[in-house]
């Protein structure tokens, strides 16, 4: 099932510069490896902002929740999900 | 390079049904030869909404336009535009 | 699995009474079929608005927007979909 | 008597982790003891947020503030109230 | 039990003014019945708005929400409903 | 003349507990006497939130922002004021 | 006692411009009259905008409200009002 | 060349207290100022607001600007800018 | 004199498509006198959008109101106003 | 091609003013090489606004996404990206 989510990342302009980079670091390889398994199946940066557009496979909305609530960044984030379904004119298999 | 999209449809609820019908057929017909072409990359319909999520991927910002402005719906959408970029994250191939 | 849906209807003031109450009475038999299924797990009106906020229950996202789009009021209605899951503080039976 | 609360929790950033533990701990335990009495209806999670849609059960509005107030995470919380009556569609019991 | 309500009237501007006029009188001979019976407890007009700010002093939510169904203008009016309580600090014998 | 005042309270989460409570204990003092002498018509708190609606009774606007700006939260507070005016419908005494 | 007012005027595109230019023709008659009595105390026209700032000087809030409603374009206008007082730095004579 | 320019502002609730009057004082000061050269023409205080309503008279925009910008307050005001010209309703010498 | 205009066109859509290509040609034309004199310095399409990015290059207020209500389309468009000031980075000519 | 920016500088009321300068230099001379080499083609300070209005001009989106995530100020700033295109009423050479 997919799900289309924008992250906006707001780190307070005073944190630990160290802190800040581990933060990403972790974030990083945690979407990576969720990217591997299939999860975490787009990820696209918005032009000029520290935001994404994501689109995320998952087996239920518990599985979606769980994997947001495990990123470093989620404290940081605005978070808007939006359940998507397949389009009946599309004609691209990785579309559903 | 790749935009962002969302089309929200706003068909007038008076509106004949044979023109609608015509319309949505003639916007369906273009919107799969775009598809077939590479260049409406991503086409997903958000749940409880007559809306969607698009990607494009486009040669310039003027062929975004025109591709757009031939919509059969065009007049009858709020569009949305965002520019995207590769996720310094990402490890797909086709996110970018 | 569980979604949370606002739905506020906005029939136009000058509709014609007999086609206002027949869409109604059509909506309200495909309601209580839904309600009795389980699909549509709870329906409260919002005080003051023609608007209720719902619970539904569904295998997917897309029998969600399936159930949506054929619902007669859809044409009229503006819909907020929000997924949802089991609050790990909840103890009843019923919040999943 | 029903009301629909919506309840977004934002704790600072830089809250102690002892204290924050210490306070959700604390919320948890208020809030299963008004679920076993039968006022806090339902508790659900919004995926994706750190957010509840819940329905409160209460003899009166006075009833429903002071239940509100009690909460400690309260002055973390934006809190949206509507007030809920039965929607002559529902054929389910627990509707009312 | 007391509700705050903002009530917003909107009038097509095309509206045949005897239609106008008769959904004034019947609004204001209902209004002044449930004023005299203590439902409707304040009515003020806001400056320079079509448009007042009540307060109703109801048994139960459904009660409100008859109430304001059975007004007139209410296929006209955009309402918006706060459930009020005693202010603490209030002295006044009728602020509840 | 009347005035519609709806006041939003928001205390820093970390202010220091003694002078939260001398803050309000002076606003409640302040507001007291105000609604003794007639000037604060009506006061209720907002259901669920840290809030009221009231209605002030002033000679002018001079004396209802002189009002406003001596209360003890004022610094604290998001304050909306709309005039108001008696109601053509109204039959209340108390309604202007 | 002095109000600023923001007036956006919304003719339907589809008036008939006869009916249109009388409007605009007993608007303004009616507008002058205020000015030369001073209760239309400035009158700016908003640049690009179809819409003014305006400060009326009025005895109450019900001469306020009574002078909006007989504005022949009043139907057609979304109107702002916020009373003013003297601000303690203004040294002019004319801003009370 | 008239501009209504609405100013809100934000002093920290935690300012010192002297910091905050010093502030204030030359905001004062420099205002007289410019209402005795006859560049700030109205200054209206917003009841119930820490914000006014003005309108300066300059010879461009950038002396607009630079007039603004030398404000003390400045870096807590929020600040909203609009055009005026003259209304051709107007009959009073100094609305233009 | 350098102003920011956004304008956005709402024609109605089902505006006779001969009254609709007059209008836009008329619009054109007049546009691109304006250009050629210098008042219309910029115009930019905003890609997906029926709506335009401007700059206009005007002695006054007066001016620049009195150009925009001359724009054919001006009954239809929502126009949003900014006036702008030479950057002290700027290094281009053509900036002020 | 051509992107349009809003960018809407907020600096912490309390920054080191050492710092705010340093900052405000070094985004200055990022600035002007940037407007030499012809990729910030045009910079406007917006009256009264701590902002600017821009067009720049990059081979891809990417581009534009790097040449923004360099300034100095960009963690201090929310910034808003339209891309344009040539208007078909143009007549000017360095509107695309």
Redesign the interface.
């Known amino acids: 099932?997919?799900?289309?989510?924008k992250m906006t990342v707001k780190l307070?302009?005073?944190m630990d510069p160290a802190k800040a980079a581990r933060l990403k670091a972790d974030?990083?390889e945690l979407?990576?490896g969720l990217?591997?398994e299939g999860t975490w199946?787009?990820?696209?940066?918005?032009?000029?902002?520290y935001a994404?557009?994501s689109?995320f496979d998952v087996p239920?909305?518990?599985a979606?929740?769980d994997t947001?609530m495990r990123l470093p960044l989620f404290?940081?984030m605005e978070?808007?999900?939006?359940?998507?379904?397949?389009?009946?004119?599309?004609?691209?298999d990785?579309?559903s």
Do not use: T
Not at 41 to 49: N, T
Not at 79 to 92: A, F, Y
């Open positions: 099932m997919l799900f289309h989510v307070p302009v005073d974030e990083k979407a990576q990217m591997r199946r787009h990820l696209w940066r918005i032009a000029g902002q994404n557009y689109v239920s909305v518990q979606l929740h947001l404290p940081y978070i808007d999900v939006n359940p998507l379904c397949r389009h009946p004119s599309s004609i691209r990785d579309d």
